[in-house]
């Protein structure tokens, strides 16, 4: 079985923070993918990579910045955290392009 | 316009009764279409993966993509308490990293 896993499911942390969050995959994906998902709005792609160090921004990439120095791990990072991303966030991978994604527990994160 | 369009419900049957789920897209270029299921707390797992028109089924699961009038939807048979969940319809075009997700429909399935 595929397996996704994030370094935290809940995260609380304060205005202005820098907030990392990990994600880790064993099954040698290429694709990995970082979202966030709000109520009424779906899933949001924030960035997705193809490769080691290969990046690319989503639909809402501001206020994000990601890091993929292996290929099992993906990394999120909030520079600093503000209110307006309280929300949960989910990392996927998948094994190539078009395939089906399989994600992880999520990561409830909420800015105080 | 939302590139997928899907009604949140929530829709609430009875155990034993068909689901209907379904989704509208708008760009005829999407050839890969899927259905996650995300329980309560956890993140979305894959149900059905389909390519281009037709049907498919998988034991008490139907998915059907009517790529004419650019529609898809997931049945449910015999539902069952268990299946209580949010369920997304997602489409993908040839050669493309990005998925389209739908916003998903909460369903309660009723004992």
């Known amino acids: 079985d595929v397996k996704v896993t994030q370094s935290s499911r809940y995260l609380v942390k304060r205005t202005g923070e820098k907030v990392f969050l990990e994600c880790v995959q064993d099954m040698d994906h290429e694709n990995m993918f970082w979202y966030r998902q709000d109520p009424g709005l779906g899933l949001r792609l924030i960035y997705f990579s193809y490769d080691v160090k290969m990046k690319e921004k989503g639909d809402i990439p501001e206020g994000y910045s990601v890091s993929r120095e292996k290929k099992e791990r993906f990394s999120l990072i909030l520079e600093s955290a503000s209110t307006n991303q309280t929300s949960m966030y989910l990392c996927a991978s998948s094994p190539q392009t078009g395939a089906e994604q399989y994600f992880g527990p999520g990561t409830r994160l909420t800015v105080t | 316009q939302k590139e997928v369009e899907q009604d949140p419900g929530p829709l609430s049957v009875p155990e034993g009764a068909i689901v209907s789920l379904n989704c509208t897209y708008s760009?005829?270029?999407?050839?890969?279409f899927m259905w996650y299921r995300q329980y309560s707390r956890k993140g979305p797992e894959l149900l059905m993966y389909t390519y281009s028109s037709g049907n498919k089924e998988d034991g008490r699961f139907t998915a059907q993509v009517d790529k004419s009038s650019k529609y898809i939807s997931l049945f449910i048979r015999d539902s069952q308490p268990s299946d209580s969940a949010t369920y997304l319809c997602?489409?993908?075009?040839?050669?493309?990293?990005?998925?389209?997700f739908g916003a998903g429909t909460r369903l309660f399935v009723k004992a």
């Open positions: 997602a489409v993908i075009n040839t050669g493309g990293f990005k998925t389209i």
């Open positions: 760009n005829s270029a999407f050839q890969y």
